[in-house]
């Protein structure tokens, strides 16, 4: 294999460089080197899925994207993850864009009209010629193989793994052979990878362990996730990335994988808390959550839904109403209404910007 194993890594944050490739189907990107040029912007993004209609969930992540971007007079870019097209949907990217229309919130890149007026290099489903290049840079280093195996036929040898299912390798050796029906696989190299979360602190996670060998493509020719968001990340110059805590193990994963396609200036990571139900279960589509489009029916302002996802998780100390104008205030100043108990604010926009400019 041409790739050395590299010892552990410590990961710090880069200055911001161009990206080597210009290939630019939608122009969008012209707009995004120059920033990109300069050092001291932070870029994030608001990368929700069109399976379903926004809920509390994404609101949080909305106030935290927006909130700490815009105090840092960063630029967000607006996403639309519809790498899975077997469960996206029009109707839902529509509701999307127009729910965060709806509540305030503007984003840099990506706007609501891009999207409307066609294909965008911020739809993923619109990216997939890149995608098949990068695919391509990996085949060209024997990075990736054909995996014929289903999720059934893997249990069928691992047990049932109780956490996260790990792929046991073992098509590994068959190649990749594009002609060949099944999934496609990166070999992961045997590596532990430590990066500085904004908010957890130091993590040490060993992909290699936690999910084996990353899937790129799925057994039915859909993108995945973690192909697609590394891709798009490094491609649109994110440089800082603001999830939940939901998506913390898919970090080292996304870092190595970056780091095969090339990219030389890993982005900082911030997971922040999730809502949880009554029931102590984080909150989704799939457990039919109450969407925004509820609220709405049920006559509530954009302030009362966003003032409630921040008093969910204690962004608030109370629920009361919150605009989107608002949302940088819950990150700026500790000594002002807002009171954070999970994040020493000055400290982590100090550290960040400090960061994103070394
Ligand atoms: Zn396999």
Redesign the pocket.
């Known amino acids: 294999m041409p790739r050395k194993n590299l010892p552990v890594i410590f990961w710090r944050q880069f200055s911001v460089k161009s990206g080597t490739r210009s290939n630019n189907p939608h122009g969008a990107y012209a707009k995004l080197r120059p920033m990109m040029k300069k050092a001291a912007i932070v870029i994030s993004r608001f990368a929700p899925s069109p399976t379903g209609y926004l809920h509390l969930g994404h609101l949080v992540n909305v106030i935290y994207v927006w909130g700490i971007t815009r105090a840092l007079g960063g630029q967000i870019i607006l996403r639309l993850e519809d790498h899975d097209q077997g469960r996206c949907r029009v109707e839902y990217e529509a509701a999307i864009l127009e729910d965060l229309e709806w509540l305030g919130f503007e984003p840099d890149l990506g706007a609501p009209t891009a999207f409307r007026a066609g294909p965008t290099c911020f739809r993923q489903s619109d990216n997939t010629t890149r995608y098949e290049g990068l695919l391509q840079d990996l085949v060209a280093q024997d990075l990736v193989?054909?995996?014929?195996?289903s999720r059934k036929?893997?249990l069928a040898r691992i047990g049932a793994p109780g956490g996260e299912l790990r792929?046991?390798?073992?098509?590994?050796e068959?190649g990749y052979s594009p002609e060949e029906a099944?999934?496609i696989?990166l070999r992961l190299d045997d590596e532990t990878l430590t990066f500085d979360d904004l908010l957890l602190g130091t993590q040490t996670q060993h992909p290699a362990s936690q999910c084996g060998d990353l899937l790129v493509k799925d057994r039915n020719g859909n993108w995945t996730y973690q192909f697609a968001v590394t891709a798009d990340d490094w491609e649109q110059g994110v440089n800082l990335v603001i999830r939940g805590e939901d998506l913390l193990d898919s970090t080292a994963r996304q870092i190595q994988l970056a780091q095969y396609l090339g990219r030389t200036d890993a982005p900082r990571f911030l997971h922040h808390p999730l809502i949880d139900d009554a029931s102590g279960k984080k909150l989704s589509k799939r457990d039919f959550a109450k969407s925004l489009r509820d609220y709405r029916r049920e006559g509530k302002r954009p302030e009362d839904v966003l003032g409630e996802a921040a008093w969910r998780v204690g962004l608030l100390k109370a629920n009361t109403p919150l605009s989107a104008a608002e949302a940088p205030g819950l990150f700026l100043d500790v000594t002002s209404a807002f009171d954070i108990p999970s994040l020493n604010t000055k400290v982590a926009m100090t550290d960040i910007l400090d960061s994103v400019r070394e």
Not at 167 to 172: S, T, V
């Open positions: 193989y054909t995996c014929t195996c036929a893997i792929y046991d390798g073992h098509c590994r068959r099944g999934g696989r």
